[in-house]
């Protein structure tokens, strides 16, 4: 059990990390589909999209600030901290939305199975958006954001 502690005490950040950011891709996918199936793929991958960035931004600010670096930023620091965080995701929004645009508006009618699913084509984009963004962003927000003084 020691073991175990001692473990997630030197990976708690990455851990954290992992955790909050899977929720919040999670919460990406899930306002993705539902966007999808209630306005169609071509909404989903456009508006609906940078809605949908824009709701889990602000999930992720809190959780990365709360769980996962544990900022004590108060004051003008905190404006700081969340333009910057602010900033960094719209860098990784507009790259999601170029992936989505790419895969679904210029590969997709090249790829012959997407045809046969589109809106299984396009959750299949949006997921490999996301690895690409996730990481994407851990880095920004380890190196630029919320790195110790």
Same mark, same amino acid.
């Given at each position: 059990?020691?073991?175990?502690?001692?473990?997630?005490?030197? &990976? /708690?950040?990455?851990?954290? &990390?992992?955790?909050?950011?899977?929720?919040?891709?999670?919460?990406?996918?899930?306002?993705?589909?539902?966007? !999808?199936?209630?306005?169609g793929t071509a909404f989903?991958?456009? @508006?609906?999209? *940078?809605?949908?960035?824009?709701?889990? @931004?602000?999930?992720? /600010?809190?959780?990365?600030?709360?769980? =996962?670096?544990?900022?004590?930023?108060?004051?003008?620091? @905190?404006?700081?901290?969340?333009? !910057?965080? =602010?900033?960094?995701r719209i860098a990784t929004? #507009?790259?999601? !939305?170029?992936?989505?645009?790419?895969?679904?508006? =210029?590969?997709?009618? =090249? #790829?012959?199975?997407?045809?046969?699913?589109?809106?299984?084509w396009a959750m299949g *984009?949006?997921?490999?958006? !996301?690895?690409? *963004? @996730?990481?994407?962003? &851990? *880095?920004?927000?380890?190196?630029?954001?919320?790195?110790?003084?």
């Open positions: 059990m020691q073991k175990l502690k001692d473990f997630i005490k030197k &990976y /708690y950040e990455g851990l954290a &990390y992992l955790f909050f950011g899977g929720l919040a891709t999670l919460l990406n996918l899930v306002v993705f589909a539902a966007f !999808q199936a209630a306005f989903a991958a456009g @508006i609906g999209n *940078v809605l949908d960035n824009i709701i889990c @931004i602000l999930f992720a /600010y809190w959780t990365n600030r709360t769980f =996962v670096f544990k900022s004590t930023n108060t004051g003008k620091a @905190i404006l700081a901290e969340f333009g !910057q965080f =602010v900033s960094c929004m #507009v790259m999601d !939305q170029v992936i989505i645009w790419l895969g679904i508006s =210029v590969l997709g009618p =090249v #790829v012959s199975f997407s045809s046969a699913n589109p809106q299984l *984009v949006k997921l490999f958006s !996301q690895v690409i *963004v @996730i990481v994407s962003n &851990y *880095v920004f927000s380890k190196l630029l954001i919320f790195k110790k003084k």
